[in-house]
């Protein structure tokens, strides 16, 4: 019945679904923000631990969200340990491109590591209204990158 | 078949969807969405075409033929709607954008006029947002009081906490939803009138749900204001309806100001048309008032009764079929319910699910359906996958929502 459907929901987005890493709060974050996806009332906050050189030393989430949306954050924080915040910025834009049109034919190659991790959740855009449960981690990632206190994805 | 002696035979109500006979990705089109829209049959589609190619016009003053066809037919959709309300008075029927609109309407010119402060509107823990909010807005402005009734564990309003929010008689108005568009829930409509009339309280109900599946009689039930939309009566979008005593439509200012509203203007001042002119300013929804009467007679033709029938045998069967799949819980057992199951499990995200049923070609709604404050009534977070019926659903239909349902466990386990 629902073959067809294991595109989406590849095996990896399933378990990063079901057991999330990196979930839980980091209390000595230099940077946090809110993600907010008002239409199915997915929320999730962002935490990023900067190190002396200025990368991201750690990352983690919280939240409540479906599959999709969670195994997107358990994947952020996991690909973006060690980035700049411009390298993180870079990595969240092609992310967005990837959910959005299947591929990313643009990417730096220094992320194609990075983006192979990702590959998965690429199947995402056929389904227009899913989009954003893959991008709200990466929208908040942009919110906490800039300072911000608050991102939705609407 | 036939159901309580009167004849109605879905498989020849479906050719009339047009829609219906669709494939979606391969699949036979499973529609159950149509608490949140009704597909539409083709006398209504034909109608409104009609309209258009042959009798189209604005209506009121245009004094030359098609103009008056179209007012003609414009005023024709407004005593269709007050006979299929058993309103008393067609005057009483204000066209309106839909129901969200319509009780807009009262909260605005009603509750900011005839409403004091010190009085208090109470609606139910089972309100779809437009029920809520416009009261919210007017508690803003005018300083007036919010109660809320209780929602009993099985979904039932509780008569003895509204009772005893009556109970100091500074309720002015009661607002509630006819049936639930998340539990089903069908309120004893009757009973709560005669309560809050005891208590000096105006009743007003969101009939949006309930208008579409059993017959309204507003005399009998007595009720101040009653609201509906065309959409999800089979009708078309752009049009809702707001029922509602002549006495108090006469008492109420304008809601809105602009052409056809007004008896006379100078530069300096207005006179108010009587209603229901008074509260339809602009050009109206022309067409659609066209389509909603088509959609009036459809279901008036099929018999009310029978449509509530046919629905009552679905809503058993559903009530047999969904209760028991492994991992899912059905939000509310009322006694007296509709064909809407509002539905979480303990597998899957709402909105994962949703997607998963629309692959089998099942169309659900996936979130917390505008009331939010009745998910956490229920404890529910992230939000319930829900089916609605309408008539030409069946219990083919309603096996294969529970077989999906019952394979999409295994698809997340």
Known sequence: MFDDLRDLYQEVILDHGRKP???RRLEDADRSARGD????GDRLELFLKLGPDGRIADAAFQGRGCAISTASASLLTETVKGKTAEEAHALSDSFRELAMTGTCPHCQAALEEEMERLQPLSGVHEFPSRVKCATLAW???NAALDGAKEASSE | MSFDGVSFDVGRVRRD???LSQK????????LDSGASAQKPRVVIDAMVRC????YANVHRGAYFLSEAATEAYEAARAATARFLNAPDPRGIVFAKNSTEAINLVAHSWGRHVLQPGQAVLFSEMEHHANIVPWHLLKEDKGVELRVVRVTDSGEIDLEDLEAKLADG???LVAIAHMSNVLGTVAPAERIVRMAHAAGAKVLFDGSQAAVHRRVDLQALDADFYVFTGHKLYGPTGIGVLAAKLEHLERMPPFLGGGDMISVVTLKRSEWAPPPAKFEAGTPPIVEAVGLHAAIDYVTALGMEAIEAHE???VDHAMRRLTDIEGVRLLGRAQDRGGVFAMATDYAHAHDLATLLDRAGIAVRAGRHCAEPLHTRFGVEGGTVRASFGLYTTEAEVDYLAEALTKAREFFA
Do not use: A, Q
């Open chain 2, 170 to 172: 500074k309720v002015g």
């Open chain 1, 21 to 23: 890493r990196n979930f």
């Open chain 2, 24 to 31: 979606i990705r391969g699949k036979d089109l499973v529609f």
């Open chain 2, 52 to 55: 258009m190619e042959e009798r």
């Open chain 1, 139 to 141: 929208h908040t990632l």
């Open chain 2, 312 to 314: 009552r045998r679905l």
């Open chain 1, 37 to 40: 996806n008002p239409m199915c």
């Open chain 2, 17 to 19: 969807f047009p829609i």
